[in-house]
C-alpha cells in the first residue's frame, strides 16, 4: 500500500531539529538535514522505523540496487562508498575493507520539512499517532555538550609533510599527463571514548548549516556528513548537477573576496575541468543537446569558505533511470580528478587510508526519476566499539598548485571537526 501525507504542521527550525535529534535518539531516525540560505538548499527528510535495507557487498550489482529501491513502494535512503565506486570502475585495492561498501534502507514513515512545514507521510496509524506523539515531547529535547577532553591527540593518515610531498607526486604525475586534476586526501582521526556522536551532529548543524547534513547508521558505524555539494538531482526527468571546486577561507566575508577567488586561474582552472568532466559523465544518460552549463563560477559561503561552483543540467532520457545516471557517473568528478580512471588509480596508490564512506554519496531514491543525492565530503565517522571518529579533507591539485597553500587548504576544510577536538 502506497503511503499518503497522514499530518502536517507549521514549525519552526529549531522545534523541528529537535525533533530529528530526538527521533534519531529514540526511533533510529535516518535524516538529511538542509538549511535556508544556500542556492543549493534541499527538504530536510527523515526515514523513521525501517522495513527493509540491502546491505551492499563486492557482489552487489546495478540490477540488485533498482531492484530494492524500484521493487517496492516508498523511498529508499542510504549511502554508497567510494570503495564501491572503485569497485564499479573495475580499480583494485590491497586495502583492509574498513567500512561498509553501502547501505540502502526503506521506511514505514517518510518526515519531510521544508518552508516551515512539516509532512508527515505513511500508512501505518498506529505509528502516525507516535509520531506526532512524539512531536509534542521533543520540545524538551535538549543536545548533550561535547566535553572538549573527549578527544584524544589528533592522527593524520598524512600529515603536513606527507601531504606536501603527496602534492609534489601529482604535480609529477601531471606532467607526465597521468591526470590533468586530482584530488588529494588526508584521514584526521581520534580515540574518543564515550562520545555522544548524535549530539555532535546536531551541534554542527546549528553552529556551521550546510545544505546537505546526513545522519546514518550503518551496524557499528555513524556517519556524519555535513556536506555542502550536490551531486546529483533528478525531479520528473530534469537533472542538475552543481560541483563545487575553488575554495578560499575567509575571517571576514568582504566583497572583494568574491572577486578574488573567480579572477583566480588556478581556482577558475579546477572547476572548468571538473565541470566537463560532469558534462561528459551525464551526457551518456541524458536527451542529446540537452547538457549544458549555467551560473559557472557562482559562489556561496560556509564553513568560513567561499565556495566555487556551476549548474550542470540536463534531461534524463526517457528510457534511463535515475540509478542509470547516478551510477554511470559515480564516483562524483570533483573528488576524484580527470580523468577519473587514472586519477582514482594514481589516488589509489597515493593515499595511505581507505576512503569509505568519505568522497562516496548520501541519497533519496523516490522513484526511477526522481532523486536527491550529495557528495559526501566534510564527512566523519563514528565505530561504537573502537570509538574511533574519522573525518576526512583534501583539495584539488592543478599543474600550478603550491604544496604548502593546498595542505593550508585541507586544513581550511577540515577545521569545523578540528575545532570541536579543540586542537
Partial sequence: ?????????????????RYAEHLARTMDGELLLSADGYPTRNRSIIGVQRTSELHVTAAT???????????????AIG???YTYGMLLRGIPSEKPLDFPLGHLKKYAAIITYENEQLAITTDNQSLEKRLIAELDQSRNCHTPAIPSDMFSAMTASLGELEYEDGVRRTLEYIKSGHTYQLNLTTRLSWHCPNLDPLAMFITLYRSNPAPFYAWFTSGDQRILSTSPERFLTVREGHVLSQPIKGTLRFETLTPDLYAELTDSPKESAELSMIVDLVRNDISANCEYGSVHVENHKSIFAVDNLLQMYADVHGTLKADRDCLDLFLDAFPGGS?????KRSSMEIIERLEPHSRGIYCGSIFIIEDERTM?????????????????????AGSGIVVDSDPVSEYHETMAKAEKFTDLGAL
Fill in 61 to 75: 550489482t546495478p540490477a540488485d540496487i533498482k531492484a530494492f529501491c524500484f521493487g517496492s513502494p516508498g523511498p
Fill in 79 to 81: 549511502f554508497l562508498s
Fill in 335 to 339: 573528488i576524484t580528478g580527470c580523468p
Fill in 372 to 392: 536527491e543525492s550529495s557528495i559526501a565530503i566534510r564527512t566523519a565517522t563514528y565505530d561504537i566499539q573502537t570509538q574511533q571518529l574519522n573525518s576526512y
Fill in 1 to 17: 500500500m502506497p503511503m499518503h501525507c497522514a499530518f502536517s504542521a507549521s514549525i519552526s527550525l529549531d522545534r523541528f531539529t
